[in-house]
């Protein structure tokens, strides 16, 4: 919807010197950091590779310059210093970490003598393909060490003869447990992994990689889980490390509970994987149309009709990285990434939904989607506002001028302004046919205006708006309401910046943060950071978001009761997002609806007593309402990550 602004509204924004320079750059910037046009054709040819030093020193070079013009020549040095610094640190740590989770011998042994309520063989499932010795002996060995000791290890090995010693290996092990079959040709990795399942004849089945290492509690874990929940699907963290050294992490993947959008955007499910045979009869075999993939779409399907699927927030399961290994890197197997969209795009299918699916800037086998809408739904814009003018002009002229969907009103929702500019600005924006005035006359309380202001909506979805808020992408609306008008689907958020490029807002992270009540995922980071496991590109699962920027059907706002009253300021966000998940809806953030946010510039950072008395009691009505939840803690924010610098282990 383009406002063509009449005369005197221009010249409003002409006085207040509302300059878009600022926001084209970096939308220019964000283009030109999203563009892969003619990048995908490139990747995988030999000048590419050639060229990877190149590209190393350039994006080092262009985080140089950018930490210069931040913070100038001192600051930059000392902050390379800080980073140098940390980087021995964390080796410092990994080792530390990775001695102190592995059992020693008197743990080994107490596990051993552990009797459990129920009697499972699991079924372990290794393909083998021209493995490396030393990686097939360490793989091996560490199955052997497993502690719970009911296992069967099923190796099918599609080896050509140049490789005759993966047979040897095998054979020279004198263990009943290790069932090995040498196959007349290499059917590809789904159907070696289907020659291991008609060898497997435990009750659950594990997948496991060639070349990768078990903790030696891996399967008794699994099997204590199985005793507590009755799991038919269930999965733990991970660590990728470096070549031989089991020592040198690379990354740490503590993972969510189950979260279906995080799955479909990546398998973050990935290892250690174990489920019923019985959930994998319901499910079928695998497809080799998915090779590369074929973990992907196999848990895709699983979990959609899993019974119980529980993660074990351990790292269990050591995923090596070497230089052919999609753990080094995935351009290294580009089909695997074609086979990944074709299987989240069958997975959304099955839904009954309907989508594109294209690789993410940030890595390709992260996906973003581009979900159809259905019909042209229309959107009640509700924006609160006490003078301070000129940034609402800012907020209603990128709204009307940058946003690609076109079915929106904006109800402005006036809260004891002073200033008579303010109102002079009332009587010319309401000239634009989609934009009504409402008059709030009572003391400031965020949820209530809001309520307030939805029994007027006549859209069929709000969005709540800050006055201090200015779009950046076009389709930020389509983008948000692609995900809320989803049947599973309560409030999505949007990815906010700060005025200085580093994030605001990238979901809400709740049980954490100074309180204990909630904080902002990857607040400070810069613009162009990937996030941790590049959570800062995809749409995801999360437990709240921020209303300076929220989605939601209205006749969901209405079915909650709209947001709590008794919240005046803070958290009233938090508490309505809570709400909904209560009643078994999902919360969406999605990194592809940007804004700036200027941070509450409307009614500032007073401090004074009264404003501290307030938030503390709505601390502490928080804590007595969401007591138990807050206690559960977070199911998308593992529980090995710091409480107090998220994504950060120490």
Known sequence: MKIQYEKELQEFIDRYSIKEADIDAFIKRRASETDRSGIKS???????????????????????????????????????????VTTRKQRKFSKTYIQSILPDEEERQRQRQVVFSKDITFSI??????????????????????????????????????????ETVCKGYQDARIVYKRLESNEGISGNTNECIRMATGDYICFFDHD?????????????????????????????????NLYDIITYHFKPEFAIDNLRANNYICHFTTFSKELFQRTGWFDSQYDGSQDHDMILRLTSVADRICHIPKLLYFWRSHPNSVAADINSKTYAIEAGKRAVGDSIRRDGLTAEVESSPAFPTIYRFCYEIKGNPKISIIIPNKDQIPYLIRTLDSVFQKSSYENYE????????TDPETFEFYRLIEKIPCVRVLRWEH??????????????????????????????SEQWMEEMLMYAQREDV????????????????????????????????????????????GRLYFAQDVSAV??????????LYDAVGGMEEALTVAYNDVDFCLKLREQGYLNIFTPYAELFHYESISRGYEDNPEKKQRFQSEVAFMKEKWKTVLEQGDPYYNPNMSRKRPWKLY
């Open 42 to 84: 490139l990747k995988g040819t030999v000048w590419w590779k050639l060229l990877k030093p190149a590209r190393w020193l350039y994006n080092i070079l262009r985080l140089l310059m950018f930490n210069l013009r931040r913070y100038g020549f001192v600051q930059t040095l000392l902050k390379i210093k800080e980073k140098l």
């Open 125 to 166: 499932l290794v393909p083998l393909y021209n493995t490396p010795e030393q990686y097939l002996r360490e793989m091996i060995d560490s199955v052997i060490a497993q502690t719970y000791e009911k296992w069967e290890l099923c190796l099918a090995d599609g080896s050509d003869q140049a490789h005759d010693y993966v």
């Open 212 to 244: 990768d290492i078990l903790h030696p509690s891996a399967l008794f874990e699994n099997m204590r889980m199985i005793c507590e929940t009755g799991a038919d699907f269930l999965y733990t963290d991970e660590a990728t490390f470096n070549g031989d």
């Open 410 to 417: 904006v109800l402005i929702v006036e809260n004891n302004s």
């Open 443 to 472: 003391p400031f309380n965020y949820s209530a205006i809001n309520n307030y202001a939805a029994k007027y909506a006549d859209g069929e979805y709000l969005l709540l708006l800050n006055n201090d808020v200015e779009v950046i």
């Open 490 to 533: 309560g409030a999505v958020g949007a990815k906010l910046y700060f005025q200085n490029r580093t994030i605001q807002h990238a979901g809400v992270i709740i049980g954490i943060g100074e309180d204990g009540i909630a904080a902002h995922s990857h607040l400070g980071e810069p613009f162009h950071s990937v996030g941790y496991m």
């Open 546 to 555: 921020t209303a300076a920027c929220l989605m939601v059907k209205h006749a």
